[in-house]
T-cell receptor
């Protein structure tokens, strides 16, 4: 298995632009997580899907952030409009049955 | 939300010295996982502890889950330069679903 696949690996965008991050979980995994990592705040859980349904989105910073999982093999995290404080590494992770989470390589987002 | 704190935030050790990081949760956990993140990399699962007072070993690494299931520790004996990275604990609370809340992490530097 190729593992959790995220794209793009790096994204540089101007403030105010829309940014879409993509994730393909490991086949057969029924849970998907989006995390944001910064030096100041560490690894923050943004949203968690189970069987494609959003279960807990209490970590989503504000209405500018939205996440979807249209099917078991694809999820997106969208930021519109983006702001410099959104600059971070965004990780997608998946697992099955509450056991170990497998992380993707991450997307390093820079908003200038 | 759930608070998972780790101490210390940073630790520098001479190669060959021991290292310990401590994880404390504000709530009782159903289980706890430990992850390692190398510089520039993504978190990689190390182990999961489920039972109160459980102790598990992986070569030079010893993991412990507290009796009250609110704290945990990771001890590395005789550190090596390959141990460099940030160690995270991640807790899962009963009845809250499959999501894990990551601790603040301990960054380990090993001086050759």
């Amino acid at each position: 298995d190729a593992g959790v696949i995220q794209s793009p690996r790096h994204e540089v965008t101007e403030m105010g632009q829309e940014v879409t991050l993509r994730c393909k979980p490991i086949s057969g995994h029924n849970s998907l997580f989006w995390y944001r990592q910064t030096m100041m705040r560490g690894l923050e859980l943004l949203i968690y899907f189970n069987n494609n349904v959003p279960i807990d989105d209490s970590g989503m910073p504000e209405d500018r952030f939205s996440a979807k999982m249209p099917n078991a093999s694809f999820s997106t995290l969208k930021i519109q409009p983006s702001e410099p404080r959104d600059s971070a590494v965004y990780f997608c992770a998946s697992n099955r049955g509450g056991i170990e989470a497998f992380f993707g390589q991450g997307t390093r987002l820079t908003v200038v | 939300g759930q608070q998972v704190m780790q101490i210390p935030q940073y630790q520098h050790v001479q190669e060959g010295e021991d290292f310990t990081t401590y994880c404390n949760s504000s709530t009782t956990l159903s289980n706890i996982q430990w992850y390692k993140q190398r510089p520039g990399g993504h978190p990689v699962f190390l182990i999961q502890l489920v039972k109160s007072g459980e102790v598990k070993k992986q070569k030079r690494l010893t993991f412990q889950f507290g009796e009250a299931k609110k704290n945990s520790s990771l001890h590395i004996t005789a550190t090596q330069t390959t141990d460099v990275g940030t160690y995270f604990c991640a807790g899962q609370s009963p009845g809250t679903g499959n999501q894990f809340y990551f601790g603040t992490g301990t960054s380990l530097t090993v001086i050759p």
